[in-house]
């Protein structure tokens, strides 16, 4: 479950909201206000690496998201806007009224941890490092959707990064803002200095464009290696030491808000499994914890324990249980809604992640909880796949298989197995799928549950079409292209290479979920839901409303995957040392506690 | 004189009837008794447990992770089944799986050992420094590396490479057991009498050192069961819910079996299965040590 865990709170904070409460500053104790040690652990890494550098794009490395690693901005994960974000080291923003362009400004203050001004020249810099190591807005494919074309540096602390039109997508100043800074002092020696030029040249076509391509990409391996001789921060904090057992930060007294930052020092125990989590808990010892699943016993034991406190908010993830549908029986779509009727989800829920979801309301392709805001009346016209057995066999019969000595068989009479794949170590998927297959065997459908090795493994044979069921992570909101993209894009045949949007055949280009190009959606008529899916990417929210309620509709009619339960973003904090958490479904649950320290909300108790 | 002729004459009985002596040894030491039930009672569980069970064991998804209760006498596992029928069921992949193992450990590492003991020369050194390259590899590594790739899927599988990973220490053992006995006097006679290899490895060495190698099959089982449940806990290998090392990852690392109460019926049943299993075999191999080991009988 750490693993999952790790992806849905990444898949989270990708993604990030509600009114900075400000804070005032607390005079008492000097700068920040009251000090203390604040302990924590890093939800997203389990097992410290004392060797590892403080580099935040080194797997292993020490660099804390919101502490000692800081991006421009945190993305709000604003239920339909995904262009709201909360100041980092851009103070504000500007964002063409045509997503043209964003121009940053950087914070007026803001300085490194050894006492450098943080520049324009830094954050373009960065933006090169960005370039090297895959990223949304500065993508090296050519005619990536919602691509940089340019990136101008307007004064000491002015920054215009402009859109290539060719291809543009809404969500264009979000892949701008959520991105590292890092100083161009220390890391600056990475990039070679014709970089702009070759950067420039890597965008046409042919052999000399390919080779740029290739030499960028290989600048990012050495970007991943880089060890800093020093951990320079323009963060809140900035790492002092690390042992096996603990990394420590402390702050950083150039911070930019400095002033309303309290604690002291920051720690980060290490854990190598979900069960020292609870036990850390239990104990009252961690301040804050992000998600960690947790069995109903084990969370009313951390409830009581002194000072605990459970927040909740949305995650903008779901889980689903998606088809190969260029697999017999997956390609009848009676097949997938009769397995929609005799799955009951509020089971599989209950059974599989009692506190980190609730279960789907039906499958719509969007999380329940900004599902109103986009498709509003439509929601309720959805068919919500109750659980009822009779229609399940209703559909089977429609589809064509046959009922003998009480087992469901293919329509020739041969055995019918649903074989699910989860990857190992996702105990809440592994859980369901052990649900669901008890479920289906009860009534007649014989099933059976496979794990592979990890996550990566999982997903690249997933993509390449080897498995017949498996669970798949969708309505990773907000942004409305994301959320579909997950059921009408690359898995399911559509790929958008600038701007032009190609279906390819199952099993091929990642094409694993195998649907038809074209759907007969009633009430819609037929749609092509790859294409409409890509005109998402460039839609407002209001144009992308109608497009959404289409798109649900597909997905309801058609399931690609059954939405399962949607997730719940849970996090654990203790109000016996720290006081200033953010209120129950507060936006800023999607980002780390080092952002709320940033903001200035954690202050000590008194 | 009149005890000696007793002694000897008890002495003459027990060879006439082993099984009379098997009985004296169990009876002094009744633990061994219990020994003997339990591995009798395991391989029963193998053999016939999953037929006591319906293929899709019942559950109750109200009663999740139970502790123990009248119904269930060791709780409920994270699906609401009953631990006990999930310990049963599990039984079988566990147990054969280990009994695979021994016999490949016990074949080849005798083969080996005895090939090498015997003929000793050039076979002796290269077998030798195989058996040394085979010891010096780390077994729990190897596995984790080979579970990337090899899936175990079925429990001969899993016994045939644990097997094939074991047999080092036996192979050394019978090698040097055969050194010994080559040189004494019954096989210098055998020779002398111009017997076969055959005939001296099979009829006089093997039936010297088959006590020893059984006692070596039977530990070999405790560590087939301890080598996959240790696989199975790790999570490396691929999910099996009735796996007694499944069961005890599943009772730690997702029911918390180790923070709050109501797990432990769950984390307890595989273990005192393994528990009960390395017992009897303990208690059946002191009974053979001393069966075999006229040295060790207390008359």
Redesign the interface.
């Known amino acids: 479950?750490k693993r999952l865990a790790a992806v849905v709170a990444l898949a989270s904070l990708a993604t990030a909201t509600a009114a900075c409460s400000g804070g005032t500053t607390n005079t008492s104790g000097g700068p920040g206000g009251g000090g203390g040690l604040f302990t924590t652990i890093d939800v997203s890494r389990p097992g410290l690496d004392a060797s590892a550098p403080a580099n935040i794009w080194n797997p292993k490395g020490n660099s804390f998201i919101g502490y000692n690693a800081m991006k421009l901005g945190w993305v709000k994960n604003s239920l339909t806007d995904p262009n709201q974000f909360y100041p980092g080291i851009a103070a504000k923003w500007e964002i063409a009224p045509d997503n043209s362009s964003i121009t940053l400004h950087i914070q007026p203050n803001a300085k490194w941890s050894d006492g450098k001004p943080v520049t324009a020249e830094d954050v373009k810099m960065s933006i090169g490092l960005a370039y090297t190591t895959g990223s949304t807005a500065f993508a090296l494919t050519p005619g990536a959707a919602g691509a940089a074309a340019d990136v101008q540096i307007v004064d000491d602390k002015t920054v215009k990064v402009t859109q290539d039109m060719a291809n543009p997508s809404s969500k264009f100043a979000r892949g701008v803002i959520d991105n590292w800074v890092e100083p161009a002092h220390i890391w600056g020696s990475l990039l070679p200095a014709d970089f702009w030029e070759k950067l420039k040249a890597s965008r046409g076509t042919g052999a000399t464009a390919d080779k740029d391509r290739e030499e960028i990409l290989a600048i990012g391996q050495k970007v991943l290696a880089f060890a800093p001789p020093k951990d320079v921060s323009a963060g809140p904090f900035t790492l002092e030491r690390v042992n096996p057992g603990e990394a420590l930060l402390v702050k950083n007294k150039y911070f930019y808000n400095a002033a309303n930052v309290t604690p002291d020092q920051v720690k980060f125990l290490n854990y190598s499994?979900?069960?020292q989590v609870?036990?850390y808990l239990?104990a009252g010892k961690l301040d804050h914890s992000g998600f960690t699943a947790?069995?109903?016993?084990?969370m009313?034991?951390i409830k009581n324990a002194p000072g605990s406190e459970i927040i909740k908010g949305f995650s903008p993830v779901a889980v689903g249980m998606a088809f190969n549908q260029s697999k017999k029986p997956y390609d009848n779509v009676h097949v997938r809604r009769g397995l929609a009727y005799l799955i009951d989800r509020a089971?599989v829920t209950?059974?599989a992640s009692p506190e980190g979801g609730t279960p789907a309301l039906t499958t719509s392709g969007i999380h329940q909880k900004p599902a109103q805001e986009w498709i509003g009346p439509e929601l309720s016209k959805l068919n919500p796949y109750p659980h009822d057995v009779a229609k399940a066999a209703a559909e089977f019969k429609e589809a064509g298989l046959r009922q003998k000595d009480g087992k469901w068989t293919l329509p020739d009479g041969s055995p019918w197995t649903v074989t699910m794949t989860?990857p190992?170590?996702f105990?809440d998927w592994?859980?369901a799928q052990?649900?669901i297959k008890?479920q289906l065997?009860?009534n007649g459908v014989n099933a059976e549950?496979?794990?592979?090795?990890d996550y990566p493994i999982y997903l690249e044979e997933l993509a390449a079409g080897k498995y017949d069921v498996g669970f798949w992570l969708m309505a990773l909101g907000p942004a409305p292209y994301d959320i579909f993209q997950r059921l009408y894009g690359t898995p399911n045949g559509w790929t958008n290479v600038a701007g032009k949007v190609t279906h390819n055949a199952p099993g091929k280009a990642g094409n694993w979920m195998g649907g038809p190009e074209e759907l007969d959606v009633q009430g819609v008529g037929k749609i092509n839901p790859g294409e409409l899916t890509a005109k998402l990417n460039a839609a407002s929210p209001e144009e992308a409303k109608p497009i959404m309620a289409q798109l649900a509709m597909a997905a309801n009619q058609d399931l690609p995957a059954i939405q399962l339960w949607d997730y719940v973003n849970t996090q654990f904090v203790n109000t016996s040392r720290f006081t200033g958490w953010p209120a129950q479904d507060s936006d800023l649950l999607r980002l780390p506690a080092g952002v709320w320290m940033q903001l200035g909300m954690i202050k000590k108790k008194q | 004189m009149s005890v000696l002729l007793e002694s000897s004459s008890t002495s003459a009985t027990m060879r006439r009837n082993f099984w009379a002596g098997v009985w004296r040894v169990m009876k002094r030491k009744p633990s061994r008794m219990v020994g003997v039930v339990l591995v009798l009672g395991f391989a029963f569980m193998g053999v016939f447990g999953p037929m006591f069970y319906p293929a899709q064991l019942p559950r109750d998804p109200n009663l999740i992770t139970s502790p123990p209760s009248a119904q269930h006498w060791l709780g409920t596992d994270d699906q609401g089944r009953d631990v006990i029928a999930l310990v049963v069921t599990g039984s079988r992949y566990v147990l054969l799986a280990a009994l695979v193992t021994a016999l490949i450990t016990v074949v080849v590492g005798t083969g080996i050992g005895l090939f090498s003991g015997f003929k000793r020369g050039r076979w002796d050194t290269v077998l030798m420094r195989l058996t040394d390259m085979k010891l010096t590899i780390p077994g729990l590594p190897l596995l984790l590396v080979l579970s990337t790739v090899w899936k175990f899927g079925s429990p001969t599988q899993m016994g045939l490479v644990l097997g094939l990973l074991g047999w080092g220490g036996v192979a050394r053992a019978v090698r040097s057991q055969t050194l010994s006995l080559r040189e004494r006097g019954f096989i210098e006679a055998a020779r002398g009498l111009g017997l076969s290899t055959t005939h001296i490895v099979g009829k006089e060495l093997l039936p010297s050192m088959a006590p020893y190698i059984a006692m070596n099959m039977l530990i070999a089982v405790t560590g087939g069961v301890y080598a996959q449940v240790g696989l199975f806990f790790l999570g490396v290998l691929p999910y099996e819910s009735n796996n007694w090392g499944q069961m005890l990852n599943t009772a730690v690392f997702r029911s918390g079996a180790l923070t709050v109460p109501s797990g432990l019926g769950f984390l307890i049943g595989p273990l005192l299965a393994i528990l009960l299993l390395t017992l009897a075999i303990v208690l059946v191999v002191d009974a053979m040590d001393e069966i075999f080991n006229p040295r060790l009988r207390e008359e």
């Open positions: 479950m499994g979900n069960e609870w036990n239990s947790a069995p109903t016993d084990v009313t034991r089971q209950k059974v989860a190992s170590g105990s592994i859980s052990e649900n008890s065997i009860e549950v496979v794990t592979v090795a």
